[in-house]
Structure formats: structure tokens, C-alpha cells
């Protein structure tokens, strides 16, 4: 069982910026992937940005060239630099991790965060 837990979530302008950070419970060395979800009022889930383990980084096309995904492995932690925010970016964010399962092989675990709200209002 993977903690997770988002902070960093609030209300910004149009053109702001704000960055999201999401500390988990154990080391994210041994995480597979994590990424961060958004779901917006009456919205699906939606995928915003991953990294996996090699450093490969993607991002969803609405969000690629304003938003980055980093991991600091000393300290546990992926965050989430969000640039020229949006009125559309408003959503609850989510933080997700996806690790090799040591029960069942071949088989993930996941986790996610209790989700941080950004909202974007001028």
C-alpha cells in the first residue's frame, strides 16, 4: 500500500502558475509510473502527464509546452509545474502510481492520492 498525498492546489488567474506536489510513502525508485489525473465537475478522468522509471515523460496535447512532470527521487516526491494556466485546467488533480506487484507477477498495483483542487478564475 502506496501513500499519496497531493498539495499545492489553489485559485489562479488565467496566465498563472502554480505547481503541484505529490510525496509518497515509500521510494518512487521502485514506482513503474506515476502520473497526474485531472477530473473535472461532471467530466471523465482524464490523463495529464506520466513518467516512467527510464525518465520518458508525456503529456496530454492540451497540456504540452505549460505543463512538466519531474521527479526528485531523494525526497520521494513528483510534481507538476503548470504554466499559462487555463480556465479549462480547472479540475481536481491526482496523483497515481503504478508499481510491479510482488504477489502476483506480471501483474500492477496502483495507488492514487486524495486529489488537490486547481482552480483557474479571473
Known amino acids: 500500500q502506496v501513500q499519496l498525498v497531493e498539495s499545492g492546489g489553489g485559485l489562479v488567474q488565467p496566465g498563472g502558475s502554480l505547481r503541484l506536489s505529490c510525496a509518497a510513502s515509500?521510494?518512487?525508485?521502485?514506482?513503474?509510473?506515476m502520473g497526474w489525473y485531472r477530473q473535472a465537475p461532471g467530466k471523465q478522468r482524464e490523463l495529464v502527464a506520466v513518467t516512467i522509471s527510464d525518465g520518458t515523460t508525456n503529456y496530454v496535447d492540451s497540456v504540452k509546452g505549460r505543463f512538466t512532470i519531474s521527479r526528485d527521487n531523494a525526497k520521494n516526491t513528483v510534481d507538476l509545474q503548470m504554466n499559462t494556466l487555463k480556465p479549462e485546467d480547472t479540475a481536481v488533480y491526482y496523483c497515481?502510481?503504478?508499481?510491479?506487484?510482488?504477489?502476483?507477477?506480471?501483474?500492477?498495483?496502483?495507488?492514487w492520492g486524495q486529489g488537490t483542487l486547481v482552480t483557474v478564475s479571473p
Open positions: 515509500i521510494s518512487i525508485s521502485s514506482i513503474s509510473v
Open positions: 497515481n502510481a503504478r508499481r510491479p506487484s510482488a504477489v502476483t507477477l506480471g501483474t500492477y498495483l496502483e495507488d
